[in-house]
């Protein structure tokens, strides 16, 4: 074997991904893959105990989420037909629960996020997401399952791995419950207070988000977003019509997102006006309309991005130091 004398620096973030393949040999990298071993032990066992099934994700379907904030999806193709490749689980997520009541997915996505979002720090092209959806549940029962879901894991991680945490001087703080929460019209009128525009009708924009989450300085859970600035599948709360009964749960010291949920419409006429609404054709849905006619139970679940959650436990600047070969936005051929 070859010496190699390349250092990887991960604020020069082209070389960082060129050569990703040397970035296991690095202690500092294996130290934080395995904190996120453990992060992913945790959640699962907590989802577990708590009577959720786990289910493999499918890579590839006809058509993939359509509410993504400015990511463009991938398309295949299968026998000739067009696919896309996984941006998000949560057709099949509604299809699940009808059999499972309570499932979860460890499910891998890859969107090409707009260039510009690099400098974000927290987007990557391909990333994974803990996926869960539980029939017949609330905002508020999921919110709870949440809460509980990362105290214990931050909780047993820092048992775990106390020694890893202490070498880079990490001191990872349980939250306690209930977190903090605001509705989506408040924390517009916060930001503007702090000079963060919203566009109309939008979530929030990057810089706002990141903002946010340094104002409040604790997690905080930003609920109700307009239903013009999400994907068709969220339900419209009906004393709030212009309003889902949806939720983001933000990061302290401005690490941003790491979850996004709520309850789901699954009422087929609803469904259909959505998709219309978003410009998509309703054929490309042709599965998961036939699917919603047949019926599905009603359900509320959420989405945590695992490398977000890596990145915050280990006060890490840039997500692509959370993931062995990353992908990020606008940085290509990579290994
Ligand atoms: P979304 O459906 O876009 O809200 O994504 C759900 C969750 O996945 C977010 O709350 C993030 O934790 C995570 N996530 C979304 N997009 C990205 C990305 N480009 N890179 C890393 N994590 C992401
Ligand atoms: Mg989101």
């Known amino acids: ?33 395995k904190v996120q071993q453990w992060i992913l032990y945790y959640l699962r066992e907590f989802l ?35 696919y896309e490749l996984t941006s998000s689980v949560i057709m099949y997520k509604q299809a699940s629960v009808a059999g499972f009541g309570k499932v979860f997915f460890v499910a891998r996505n890859i969107r090409e996020e707009p260039p510009e979002n690099l400098k974000t720090g927290r987007h990557l092209c391909e990333f994974t997401q803990l996926d869960v959806e539980w029939a017949h549940a609330t905002i508020d029962d999921v919110m709870s399952l949440a809460e509980d879901m990362i105290i214990y894991t931050l909780k047993k991680v820092g ?29 517009v009128e916060l930001l503007e207070k702090h000079g963060y525009m919203t566009p109309e009708g939008k979530e929030f924009t990057q810089e706002g988000e990141a903002a946010l989450s340094k104002i409040v300085g604790d997690f905080v859970w930003i609920t109700h977003y307009p239903v013009t600035s999400r994907g ?16 983001n749960l933000l990061l302290p010291e401005g690490y941003g997102e790491v979850i996004d949920g709520g309850e789901r419409e699954y009422r087929p006429e609803k469904i259909r006006e959505r998709i219309k609404s978003l410009g998509e054709p309703l054929e490309k849905y042709s599965w998961f309309l036939e699917l919603i006619d047949i019926g599905i139970p009603p359900s509320a679940g959420f989405g945590l991005g695992v490398e977000r959650f890596t990145r915050y436990v280990m006060k890490l600047k840039y997500i692509w ?13 990579s290994p």
């Open 232 to 247: 068709f599948y969220y339900l419209p709360d009906s004393s709030y019509p212009e309003y889902n009964r949806d939720f």
């Open 159 to 187: 048992e775990k791995c106390g020694e890893i945490l202490e070498k880079y001087g990490v001191e990872l703080r349980v939250p306690s419950k209930p977190f903090k929460r605001l509705r989506y019209i408040d924390a």
């Open 1 to 33: 074997m070859k010496t190699v004398t390349i250092k990887l620096d991960p604020s020069r973030v082209e070389d960082f991904v060129k050569y990703s393949y040397l970035v296991l040999r690095d202690p500092k990298y294996r130290d934080i893959l």
């Open 321 to 333: 130091e959370a993931v062995p070969f990353p992908k990020v936005p606008g940085v290509a051929p």
């Open 48 to 82: 577990y105990e708590k009577g959720f099934t786990e289910l493999l994700a499918p890579m590839a379907s006809p058509c993939s989420d359509p509410g993504l904030r400015g990511a463009r999806k991938l398309k295949t193709k299968l026998y000739g037909v067009e």
